[in-house]
């Protein structure tokens, strides 16, 4: 079992940035590929970012490539989500993920996090 608690969401103008945590629980994250994903209400869960065990393999959406940059420390059981130049369509709720594989499909992961809210005003 692995828990994991995301913090660092909130309100930012448009083009400013944000960091996004994510702190999991235990003594095997380094055994967990991780991920971002968001949801806006009604809409389908989206994939945003994801990292390999070791972190030397990075995927990203084609919405946010240059934008954001996913990172971990695997000696503080973290995952960062680096948000830069935000944009309002940025704005919905973002939750981190971890599973056996680095996929950009949620069906691939096996826990998650409860979600942090981000709100970009235009």
């Known amino acids: 079992q692995v828990q994991l608690v995301e913090s660092g969401g909130g309100l930012v103008q448009a083009g400013g940035s944000l960091r996004l945590s994510c702190a999991a629980s235990?003594?095997?994250?380094?055994?967990?590929?991780m991920g971002w994903f968001r949801q806006a209400p009604g809409k389908e869960r989206e994939f945003v970012a994801a990292?390999?065990?070791?972190?030397?393999?990075?995927y990203y959406a084609d919405s946010v490539k240059g934008r954001f940059t996913i990172s971990r420390e695997n000696a503080k059981n973290t995952v960062y989500l680096q948000m830069n130049s935000l944009k309002p369509e940025d704005t919905t709720v973002y939750s981190c993920?971890?599973?056996?594989?680095?996929?950009?499909?949620?069906?691939?992961?096996?826990?998650w996090g409860q979600g942090a809210q981000v709100t970009v005003s235009s």
């Open positions: 990292i390999s065990k070791s972190g030397g393999d990075t």
């Open positions: 235990g003594r095997t994250f380094s055994r967990y590929a």
């Open positions: 993920t971890a599973g056996g594989v680095i996929a950009t499909k949620a069906t691939r992961y096996d826990y």
